[in-house]
């Protein structure tokens, strides 16, 4: 059974962001766009469950995914000011917000790899690499 197909509308403000979030995670904007509605309706669940409904191609870009440099220099930054004066409540909520989604990510990509091993795919060479 093939997956139902939807063509949207979308305002371009949230065109780039999907584009920004697609091109930063090293994935097509399509697949980024199913990610983020799955985890706006489901939860990071959601996310982890629909992996299994992609192709081996888009399993691969999943598991090479990295977080966005803006993310790594804003937690860093975050990091920093934390231990040289400490942060704001609405900081410590930001850089809660940057872990988790830090983690989630980590939690896709490890995913990503397990159904790839579980399809057959010899993935040891490719993720050594990684």
Do not use: C
């Not at 371009?12 to 399509?30: N, P």
């Not at 598991?63 to 993310?71: A, K, R």
């Not at 790594?72 to 609405?90: E, F, H, I, N, W």
């Amino acid at each position: 059974m093939s997956n139902p197909t939807l063509t949207l509308t979308l305002p371009s403000a949230l065109y780039d962001e999907l584009l920004r979030r697609a091109q930063g995670h090293h994935r097509r904007v399509e697949d980024e766009a199913t990610l983020a509605l799955s985890a706006a309706l489901e939860g990071s669940i959601g996310q982890v469950d629909d992996l299994a409904g992609l192709d081996d191609e888009s399993l691969w870009r999943v598991s090479e995914s990295q977080p966005t440099t803006q993310d790594g220099v804003l937690l860093s930054a975050l990091v920093d000011k934390r231990r040289r004066q400490g942060l704001t409540p609405g900081e410590e909520g930001f850089m809660a917000e940057l872990i988790d989604r830090h983690d989630r990510g980590m939690a896709l990509r490890a995913e990503a790899i397990a159904l790839l091993h579980q399809r057959g795919i010899d993935v040891g060479d490719r993720v050594a690499r990684a």
